[in-house]
Every structure is written in structure tokens, then in C-alpha cells.
């Protein structure tokens, strides 16, 4: 496996940080003294983006669920949040997450080697589905060919060793309600039993940006990972040539998804975009790059704006012994929106 990524602005954002930061927003962008994550106000760009992505949603496909989250200042903003929709092979970073949980207990290491079953083949997506029987992986390989390829016969391979149960108890004992492994990924079966929601992936992804997710070389490594994907056709296809995105996608029928950190310079955020029931995967695709890059350009400018306030931070007024009342708060729980699950049978997840 290759080294882990280096994510600097991640590893100096500590309370500190997170506070001024949220100061510094509400302060440079003359905020009143409502400014919080809750709050209809946000931020300058931010409260621009929260706007068009209400505009832009009126008008979307099917069913959809939204979230993004700033990484610096944990202000967040979506639609149908907490939606519980069909997750595709998104769900392969809970397997991932589990992974590397029992890794850290010591249970195996990345040079585990797993044997290819009969019974681990899935044809619906990846190249092991065709590997002679017997054939062995370690588990660094698995790995990445289930993100980077999504390849679901290396997937179930590793559920295989993990186990489904413990998958689905670590992401409850992690706070994510709406996420489930619900079988192995069979072409030929029920695969809209794998479920989660915008509001559980973006937990998932801003703890693994924080170094806290089981660890901090285990949040690195997946971090990594997920920087090796290549199908990067939706929420990388409008962002600037070079901009480095760590992601996950999903396809299941008339289901599109797409999650991911993105590496914004000074702004770093999460962003997840849930879609289905759709027309047309085209209407999906159109869909997801459209949010995509509503939020880059937003906290494209933000980071500017951000930029530009940062001696306001030396103010003696910012020192003031209030100044500790404006660190940002949890943003109040959406209603949690019914999916009808309607999707009838269908292929596996693909990427």
C-alpha cells in the first residue's frame, strides 16, 4: 500500500480553529448575533449556496438527499439529509471502515491473505468474478480494489471476513442510523437492502478527515484509498482540473450516488448527494455535478472572503470572554424523509 495522504489544513484545525473560525465568519461577513449552524443565515457564500441549492433541488430527478459540511467550521446545510435511500456500493466505505476497526485490534494485518470462493463471485461489477478458484488476495488489495474499482467480488470477500453483523454494529455504536449491510452484493438479489443516508456518509467522512475515524493512521490510509478512485465521472467532473477529491460512488438501476471529501485549499469540505427513483441515470448524472458545483464555487469564495478577514483575528474584541458563545452548533435533526422503496430488482452496484 502506498503512503498515507498527507491532509495538513486537517491535522491543525482543533477547537481553537473551529471557534475562531466560526467567529471570523460571523463577524467578517456582519452577521447577527443569530449566526449559528442552525440559523437561515449562514455565512456570505455559504448562505448563498444553501439558497441555490434550494432553488436547484425544486428541480431535481426522482428522489434526492443532500449534505455538505464545512470542515472548518462544522457549518452544514442539505436536503432530505437523513433520508434513508439505497446506498449502491457507497456502502463499501462502511466495509472499508470495518476493516480497518478489526485491523486496529489486532484481529489481521493488510498482508492477510483471503481465498476466493465460489460463493464471494458477484458478476455485476470487477474483475475478480473471473479469478480462478482458490485464487488468494491480501487484504491491502481487497481493499482497494473494492473502492478504486468498486469491485464487488472483492467486497464480499471482505464482508466475508469481517462479518456483516459487526459491520452494522460498529456503524450504529458510530451514531449512523440509516446504514446497513443488509446481504452480500448478489446481481441477482435484493441489493436495495444496503442502506444509509447523506447525514450518515458525511459523519463517516468528516471523522476519517479529522484523523478520528478508529484512528489517525487508519483514517489516513482510507483517506488514501479514496483518492485512488477512478471513476470520477460526478462530483469530480466539474471541479478544477487537479483539485484532489477523496470519494466513493454508486449505481443501482435507477440509483446514483456519490461521496466525498474535497480538498478545497483553506475550505475543505464534505459533500454527499443521494439520488434515486430516477428517470435516467443522465438525469442523476446531471444532477450531482450540478450540486458539485454549486458548493466548490461557494466555498471557492468563501476561502477568499475567508482569507482576506484573517488579521481581523488579532482584534481585541475577538478576545473578549463571550467569544467562546459563537462556536457553531449542531444543526437541528431533519425530519427523516419515508423512501418508498419502489425500486424493483435490479443490477449490482456499479460504480
Known amino acids: ?145 473494492m473502492i478504486t474499482d468498486s469491485d464487488n467480488t472483492a467486497t464480499n470477500m471482505l464482508i466475508r471476513l469481517v462479518g456483516r453483523a459487526h459491520i452494522n454494529t460498529t456503524m450504529r455504536e458510530l451514531g449512523l442510523h440509516q446504514t446497513r449491510v443488509g446481504d452480500y452484493i448478489r446481481s441477482n438479489g435484493d441489493i436495495r437492502s444496503l442502506r444509509s443516508s447523506p447525514r450518515d456518509m458525511t459523519r463517516l467522512l468528516v471523522a476519517m478527515a479529522h484523523d478520528e475515524l478508529v484512528d489517525e493512521w487508519s483514517s489516513r490510509e482510507m483517506v488514501n484509498i479514496l483518492t485512488g478512485q477512478r471513476h470520477n465521472s460526478l462530483l469530480p467532473q466539474p471541479l478544477p482540473a487537479g483539485t484532489q477529491i477523496a470519494h466513493k460512488t454508486g449505481t443501482l438501476h435507477d440509483t446514483l450516488n456519490d461521496v466525498g471529501i474535497v480538498f478545497l485549499g483553506t475550505e475543505p469540505y464534505v459533500i454527499a448527494v443521494m439520488t434515486t427513483q430516477l428517470p435516467t441515470l443522465d438525469a442523476g448524472r446531471r444532477f450531482i455535478r450540478g450540486v458539485s458545483r454549486l458548493a466548490y464555487a461557494s466555498f471557492e469564495r468563501f476561502a477568499v472572503l475567508h482569507a482576506s478577514a484573517v488579521p481581523a483575528l488579532e482584534s481585541p474584541a475577538l478576545r473578549a470572554p463571550d467569544v467562546q458563545m459563537w462556536t457553531p452548533l449542531a444543526p437541528v435533526p431533519e425530519p427523516v424523509a419515508t423512501d418508498p422503496d419502489t425500486v424493483s430488482p435490479a443490477p449490482s452496484p456499479t460504480p
Open 1 to 145: 500500500m502506498t503512503s498515507p495522504l498527507r491532509v495538513p489544513m486537517i491535522q491543525v484545525m482543533g477547537m481553537v480553529r473551529r471557534s475562531l473560525a466560526a467567529i471570523l465568519a460571523c463577524v467578517a461577513f456582519a452577521m447577527s448575533a443569530h449566526c449559528d449552524a442552525r440559523a437561515a443565515s449562514m455565512p456570505g457564500p455559504l448562505g448563498e449556496f444553501r439558497s441555490r441549492l434550494a432553488t436547484f433541488s425544486q428541480r431535481a430527478p426522482g428522489h434526492v438527499g443532500v449534505l455538505v459540511q464545512d470542515l472548518t467550521t462544522g457549518i452544514s446545510t442539505g436536503i432530505n439529509a437523513s433520508a434513508n435511500m439505497p446506498a449502491a456500493s457507497i456502502i463499501k466505505i462502511p466495509v472499508m471502515v470495518e476493516v480497518f476497526r478489526q485491523m486496529s485490534l489486532g484481529t489481521f494485518d493488510l498482508n492477510r491473505k483471503i481465498t476466493l470462493t465460489r460463493s464471494d463471485r458477484d458478476w455485476g461489477w470487477g474483475d475478480l468474478a473471473s479469478a480462478p478458484g482458490g485464487a488468494r488476495y491480501t487484504v491491502s488489495r481487497l481493499l482497494w480494489l
